[in-house]
């Protein structure tokens, strides 16, 4: 008897550190007011990917120049609406919690690279060194996701998934010094 997993997974679309973003109109910013919702969910659901009911693509994305002297940047967690998708019969208010909790996954890594590059300081020239330790943060972000899917079985693990709403929250909370 073969069983059929109810899986939910994020698509790391910006994994490569500065990716771009087509419209604005195609994306969401990550603010801590507004939720997702299902209607952002735009993309076709993929068919032939049966184990996944839900794709939610998210990223960070960077905008990084020099001033006197000094790397600057800025770190915007995203919500791509028309990568993002969802199949019928996932549409659910439990479901839709699993997918938003991708999205503030994001938002806490970009608030931690916030963090800890409030603590140092690149000189326009050191670029690759700036990129290599944002892309070691952002392959933390990574990880992350996978292990939430890991741990909460894609959202099966009801208790698993209340645990991991409960963390994030406090992890958010307690970065707020970091929130755009």
Known sequence: MSVRIFGFVVLIV???LFASVDSDSDIIYWDGIDKLSWSDFEAEPRMDIEQFYALTSSGIIDYKGCEDGIITYKFR???????SWVKQE?????H???EQL???ITELYARKLRKLLSELE????EEQNFERFVAATLENWYNEQRNYDIMTRHSINKEQQREW???IKMELSLLDNYAE
């Open 77 to 83: 967690a995203y919500f791509e609406k028309d990568e």
């Open 96 to 98: 839709l919690a699993h």
């Open 122 to 125: 690149f000189k326009c020239g």
């Open 90 to 94: 996932a549409i659910t208010d439990y």
């Open 165 to 167: 709403q409960y963390r």
């Open 102 to 104: 991708h999205f503030d």
């Open 14 to 16: 910006s994994w490569a």
